[in-house]
């Protein structure tokens, strides 16, 4: 039987790309949308079909959902402003992707929401991936729902560790003290292929996260004895940021969203994952701890000098 051709939302991003990756080690023909398809050469030469598009043009998903089975949606607008705002890409970019979908008769489509969606969530970003769950629901469409904790590659090292490789200083919101829950988005991306490729689905809906709860102090911490460097942390106090967020909110909605969600106090939502051990168990994917994750960002740092 052959294997579906798979269309990547997102293809770029910090998920998409290692699914695409893996996708195309199994020879199944993949097209990859993305907002930069200059930034795709290596999905390319990996013989995936780059197509330029994105969640706010209803054309580009219509004509990169025509003649694909299945369905990954990996994008997101947390960071989002102007025409890629979160409720542009969040909310109406989805539901449009869902219509598409259905349209052109996708027969899977997997929807990568966030670890803690919910109707009441103080962030708009969880309600919004709340509202679009139960809307993909609504639909129709055949389908399987991921829910990841904050992936390693963005919130341990993009917005941490890198600073401090980089520049010598971490630079926080807020205090810093909060446990936290991480994944590394190559290892979601094993669970994504598996709900893309596996007939039936393994799972209807799962929740992803590693191993522990890490502070970003901690977080911060570990990425210093690991380079053998002083830990300095910058913080930015709560009370600031939310006023940043304030004044920031008309021009740029995504930079004021991450600073509300750190300034926060720690009790204000839970971040844990308690369940890493048995989706090892019952999948068979090791998960990348913590500690592997910074090593590896520290190895690269050093090897370009």
């Excluded at 917005?159 to 205090?175: Q, S, T, V």
């Excluded at 003290?177 to 799972?203: E, G, H, I, M, Y």
């Excluded at 690991?226 to 913080?235: D, F, H, N």
Aim: proline residues 6%; contains cysteine; glycine residues 10%.
């Amino acid at each position: 039987m052959a294997a579906p051709r798979v269309l990547v939302v997102g293809a770029t991003g910090a998920l998409g790309r290692p699914v695409v990756r893996l996708l195309r080690e199994r020879g199944v023909p993949v097209r990859a949308l993305s907002r930069h398809p200059e930034k795709a050469a290596d999905l390319a030469a990996l013989g995936a079909d780059v197509v330029a598009g994105d969640l706010t043009d209803i054309a580009s998903l219509q004509r990169a959902c025509a003649g694909v089975q299945r369905v990954l949606a990996a994008a997101h607008g947390l960071l989002g402003r102007g025409r890629w705002r979160s409720e542009a890409v969040d909310d109406a970019g989805h539901r449009a992707l869902f219509a598409a979908a259905k349209a052109a008769g996708v027969d899977r489509l997997v929807y990568t929401s966030a670890h803690g969606a919910a109707p009441d969530h103080p962030i708009d970003f969880f309600r919004t991936k709340h509202a679009v769950e139960q809307a993909l629901a609504a639909s129709g469409l055949p389908h399987v729902v991921l829910r990841p904790t904050a992936f390693m590659e963005q919130h341990v090292h993009l917005f941490n560790g890198k600073d401090l490789l980089d520049k010598g200083k971490a630079r926080l919101i807020g205090p810093g003290t909060k446990p936290r829950n991480f994944v590394a988005a190559s290892d979601v991306a094993q669970f994504a292929v598996r709900a893309l490729l596996d007939d039936p689905p393994p799972f209807q809906r799962l929740s992803l996260g590693g191993h522990g709860h890490h502070s970003n102090t901690q977080v911060a911490q570990l990425y210093a004895r690991e380079a053998g460097i002083p830990a300095r942390i910058g913080r930015l106090p709560a009370g600031i940021a939310r006023a940043i967020a304030g004044v920031a909110a008309p021009l740029h909605p995504g930079l004021a969203r991450v600073l509300r969600l750190s300034a926060l106090p720690d009790d204000a939502y839970g971040e844990r994952f308690d369940g890493a051990a048995a989706l090892e168990r019952e999948h068979g994917i090791t998960l990348t701890t913590l500690e592997q994750f910074v090593r590896g960002r520290v190895a690269e740092s050093r090897a370009r000098g």
